[in-house]
T-cell receptor, first 112, second 113 residues
Framework: QKEVEQDPGPLSVPEGAIVSLNCTYS??????FMWYRQYSRKGPELLMY????GNKEDGRFTAQVDKSSKYISLFIRDSQPSDSATYLC????????????FGQGTILTVHP | EAGVTQFPSHSVIEKGQTVTLRCDPI?????LYWYRRVMGKEIKFLLH????????ESGMPNNRFLAERTGGTYSTLKVQPAELEDSGVYFC???????????FGEGSRLTVL
């Protein structure tokens, strides 16, 4: 069983839609949760970084963590064609800040 | 400010040959990481340098892979001899000490025929 499960999609939505991306995990030691965005032929770039259970908002993006259910989500409001990318969830257990465990990534396309 | 740069962007080699990938981290970043994504799989951790020292190499698949970081600056990842299953995209990332925000390069795509 993978430590982090993420539906690879692809997911296609119309411009302006609310997008919901999700990951589940099995390792209770994970303490820090991140969402990365990766455009085609580029490296991942950090979008959101959360520690505790609950919601964190940054502009059109909201990250949600439910540690009791081992479930994290990323919501994108008013989605734009420029949001088309692969979204990767990633987690660390606190012993090493940079040793990330990634989900497989969800391919998102926002069409005009 | 220059980001993390990786070279080459794409390398095509035959099974049994040697390939060396290079990563130049962001200036001043003491942490340097190598990750790999093989086809259809998730990005996986390979190893972590703090300055010139290997902090964690638990993700290195086998002894055909050798990573070095000269003088705590750039890093190289050598695959010798390459096998078909080594094909994938190799990412380098760097970060300042004590932080968790990794800055990734664009990756080096390796194709082994």
């Amino acid at each position: 069983q993978k430590e982090v499960e993420q539906d690879p999609g692809p997911l296609s939505v119309p411009e302006g839609a609310i997008v919901s991306l999700n990951c589940t995990y099995s390792n209770s030691a994970f303490q820090y949760f991140m969402w990365y965005r990766q455009y085609s032929r580029k490296g991942p770039e950090l979008l959101m970084y959360t520690y505790s259970s609950g919601n964190k908002e940054d502009g059109r993006f909201t990250a949600q963590v439910d540690k009791s259910s081992k479930y994290i989500s990323l919501f994108i409001r008013d989605s734009q064609p420029s949001d088309s990318a692969t979204y990767l969830c990633a987690m660390i257990d606190g012993t090493s800040y940079g040793k990330l465990t990634f989900g497989q990534g969800t391919i998102l396309t926002v069409h005009p | 400010e220059a980001g993390v740069t990786q070279f080459p962007s794409h390398s095509v080699i035959e099974k049994g040959q040697t390939v060396t990938l290079r990563c130049d981290p962001i200036s001043g970043h003491d942490n340097l990481y190598w990750y790999r994504r093989v086809m259809g799989k998730e990005i996986k951790f390979l190893l972590h340098f703090v300055k010139e020292s290997k902090q964690d190499e638990s993700g290195m698949p086998n002894n055909r892979f050798l990573a070095e970081r000269t003088g705590g600056t750039y890093s190289t990842l050598k695959v010798q001899p390459a096998e078909l299953e080594d094909s994938g995209v190799y990412f380098c990332a760097s970060s300042p000490l004590g932080t968790g925000e990794l800055f990734f390069g664009e990756g080096s795509r390796l194709t082994v025929l």
